[in-house]
């Protein structure tokens, strides 16, 4: 198998799953515990909070433990907008993940406005339309720093610029980049971030809200006084463990990782491009994950394709992880302007840690052939043959 899927989610390191072992069995107790095994298991957890501060350079204070990507980005938009009553407006981007977009929608049946920043045709916000939005009745601006399909990077330290000047709190979905890229989140001034432990070598169900001081925000669940009382439940604490040690790991090995998969995210491009006729590349051509190659195949669907290279052993994404199943083009290539049937064809590759040189090498080989057979049964392409 050829996993090319890196943005839907990763492997766990061996050395995190190692990191995690003992605490199933060991150290299983409860972290709220008065008595030697439980003061472990706590230990184990602000270790962990100790080891994604430093990575963020946040205080350790400031990292709240969730169950991932989608939870935090819950609780950062419902949790400031309910913790205020003056504020109505939420602003968001067009091309932002689901866990965003519809946690927004839900927060307008609450009598909140909800206000969509467009994007141009790379997937970069229009930063005229956010200044001419963002005001004194501004709660939250909630723009992600990569998007999960083409990978486009967004000026982040000028989204949080314009949200501060009006005294809004800058949010950032930052699921695709922590563990990918040098973050700062106080040089980037940056309020809440949202981050999930799958997307960058760590266990699936665990991630976390990294909140700066000051910031008030209402908690969703109610229950113990756990994470501040801003988080209730029993902590899961292997799966905080592996998040810790997955950020351990990300430090030593990120910017070698960045340049070395760029490398071959580049040769897969230009292998498939060079041998096939009307590819489009989506997404900006350098603001951009080292890691994310989305593009077009014209006169073909993006499903035939996938189901094709899954037959070849290759997996690959048509979009979102969580809207494969869904035959409606994604609302972020729909947002950037390329027409419905070229957004049907579109696919993408995510490279990551695992990924060698041989397995870009076949893709570059089966690719083409997959792609011609495809057209050639094809009414659209015949005619434009
Ligand atoms: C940008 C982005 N935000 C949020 C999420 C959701 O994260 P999780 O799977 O940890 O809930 C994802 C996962 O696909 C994502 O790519």
Redesign the pocket.
Known sequence: MIYLDY???TPADPKVVEAMLPYFHDFFANPSSIHGPGYEARKAIEQAREQLAKMLNSKITEVYFT???????NIAIKGVAFAQDKRKKIILSAV??H??LNTCEYMAKFGFEIVKVPVDQYGIVDLNFLEDVVDENTIIVSI?H???EMGTIEPIEEISRIAHRHGAVFHT?A??TVGKMLINIETMEIDML?L????FYGP??V?ALVCRKGIRFDPLSHGGHHERNKRAGTENVPGIVGLGKACELAMVVMEKEEVRIKKLRNKLWEGVNQRISELKLNGHPEKRLANTLNFSVRYVEGESLLLSLDMNGICASSG???TSADLKPSHVLLAMGIPYEIAHGSLRFSLGRFTRDEEIEQVIKVFPGIVEKLRSMSPLYKKND
Do not use: I, L, P, R
């Not at 169950?67 to 980005?73: F, H, I, N, P, R």
């Not at 999930?196 to 997307?199: E, I, L, N, T």
């Open positions: 943005n839907a989610t169950s991932g990507g989608t939870e935090a980005d932002e993940h866990a965003v992600m990569a998007n999960n979905d699921v695709q949202s999930s432990g799958h997307k699936k169900g991630g979102s992880a969580c």
